[in-house]
């Protein structure tokens, strides 16, 4: 069973920023792509972001130029920088294990974290 656990969502203000840290175990980040996704009310779930082992990164066109996906394999982190931050980015935001196309590996989802983004 894969193990992700995001964190460091919250309430912030348009134009405001966050960073979401995902942590899993040492086999996951020695290996594998990090996808990361974002769920919406009423909305499916939707790729941000992946970030290979080597730190590639490509990002949905909603969020290119204002998120920033990094990861410390040592420390078995990947982050999401989010600047900018408006109400359209409202969502519970997930990380998986995924193919450099997006397509999340696991079928075991965390608890995400919430990111809420209101004045």
């Known amino acids: 069973q894969v193990q992700l656990v995001e964190s460091g969502g919250g309430l912030v203000q348009p134009g405001g920023s966050l960073r979401l840290s995902c942590v899993g175990s040492?086999?996951?980040?020695?290996?594998?792509?990090i996808g990361w996704y974002r769920q919406a009310p009423g909305k499916q779930r939707e790729l941000v972001a992946v970030?290979?082992?080597?730190?590639?990164?490509k990002y949905a066109d909603s969020v290119n130029g204002r998120f920033t996906s990094s990861r410390d394999n040592a420390q078995n982190t990947a982050y999401l920088q989010m600047n900018s931050l408006n109400p359209e980015d409202t969502a519970v935001y997930y990380c998986?294990?995924?193919?450099?196309?997006?397509?999340?590996?696991?079928?075991?989802w965390g608890q995400g974290t919430q990111v809420t983004v209101s004045s």
């Open positions: 970030i290979t082992i080597g730190g590639v990164t």
């Open positions: 998986n294990v995924a193919t450099w196309g997006g397509r999340p590996l696991y079928d075991d």
């Open positions: 040492e086999s996951i980040f020695k290996i594998h792509v």
